[in-house]
């Protein structure tokens, strides 16, 4: 919270980790470093992931298909809370 409210009154230097729709990997949704500004979400620091050891590597591909089965549950939940348009 602190780091949204120094964002907005301008401080250009704000980091924080954000569970985001992303496309630094193939699942639709990831954790990722951002950047944040007065608008909010101003950039999304991807270099991270091109860091990864070997090791590290290796662990999130294992972690991959677990991460998408996490995900699909939670869309299909955001679906099904959805509130009808109104007409």
Excluded at 7 to 34: H, K, N, W
Excluded at 37 to 48: N, P, R, S, Y
């Amino acid at each position: 919270l602190e780091s949204s409210l120094r964002a907005l009154d301008g401080d250009t230097d704000m980091f924080e980790c954000s569970y985001i729709q992303s496309e630094l990997t193939e699942l639709p949704f990831f954790a990722s470093r951002v950047k944040l500004g007065k608008q909010g979400i101003e950039a999304v620091v991807g270099a991270e992931l091109q860091a990864l050891t070997e090791y590290e590597q290796a662990a999130l591909e294992a972690l991959k298909p677990e991460l998408k089965a996490s995900i699909g549950k939670g869309v299909a939940f955001a679906n099904k809370q959805a509130l009808p348009a109104a007409a």
